[in-house]
T-cell receptor, first 112, second 114 residues
Framework: DSGVTQTPKHLITATGQRVTLRCSPR?????VYWYQQSLDQGLQFLIQ???????AKGNILERFSAQQFPDLHSELNLSSLELGDSALYFC???????????FGQGTRLTVV | GNSVTQMEGPVTLSEEAFLTINCTYTATGYPSLFWYVQYPGEGLQLLLKATKADDKGSNKGFEATYRKETTSFHLEKGSVQVSDSAVYFCALSDTQGGSEKLVFGKGTKLTVNP
């Protein structure tokens, strides 16, 4: 158990819909990262938050957004979903820069 | 930008065989290097890491040495077990622009047969 909790584990939704993925980082970790894992793109960095503020953006679509709340949990919002958004979405947390990130078990999103 | 290239799989070995999974990187500066493992149906787990040149990371019989001259971080294990079957990802820490994201290779699937 990494200490990072993601909910839900599985999500099936229709095209055009909006979903919210939730992540609770390890106790004490201030940084939260979101990654997307798909068969064709591999593991892609989406976005990072540090202590409530956006720190870095990667290959995140405009239809996607995220935030980190005062209690440090984070949510990733995916809207106007397309079939190609089907993937495993991972959250990770770390305590400081250049230290290892601990990953949650992921949310498997299927868009039908 | 920074990138990681690792050998494409899948790799299939018999139990007790020697394992090498090649990983090379391109980076500015001096990133930390990591190997993560993903067992079926699970998230990624850190296997080992190295933070500077010539460091050797090791864990559970796996080893990797940070080679700056060859920009490599190859994963090795002397005798694999069936339980080592998983997908292995090489990664580097990218701290450009104030972020601390990980840049991953595409992963190498290892299957160990009894």
């Amino acid at each position: 158990d990494s200490g990072v909790t993601q909910t839900p584990k599985h999500l099936i939704t229709a095209t055009g819909q909006r979903v919210t993925l939730r992540c609770s980082p390890r106790s004490g970790d201030l940084s939260v990262y979101w990654y997307q894992q798909s068969l064709d793109q591999g593991l892609q960095f989406l976005i990072q938050y540090y202590n409530g503020e956006e720190r870095a953006k990667g290959n995140i679509l405009e239809r996607f957004s995220a935030q980190q709340f005062p209690d440090l949990h984070s949510e990733l919002n995916l809207s106007s979903l397309e079939l190609g958004d089907s993937a495993l979405y991972f959250c990770a947390s770390s305590v400081a820069p250049n230290t290892e990130a601990f990953f949650g078990q992921g949310t498997r999103l299927t868009v039908v | 930008g920074n990138s990681v290239t690792q050998m494409e799989g899948p790799v299939t070995l018999s139990e007790e065989a020697f394992l090498t999974i090649n990983c090379t990187y391109t980076a500015t500066g001096y990133p930390s290097l990591f190997w993560y493992v993903q067992y079926p149906g699970e998230g990624l787990q850190l296997l080992l890491k190295a933070t500077k040149a010539d460091d050797k990371g090791s864990n559970k019989g796996f080893e990797a040495t940070y080679r700056k001259e060859t920009t490599s971080f190859h994963l090795e294990k002397g005798s694999v077990q069936v339980s080592d079957s998983a997908v292995y990802f090489c990664a580097l820490s990218d701290t450009q622009g104030g972020s601390e994201k990980l840049v991953f290779g595409k992963g190498t699937k290892l299957t160990v047969n009894p």
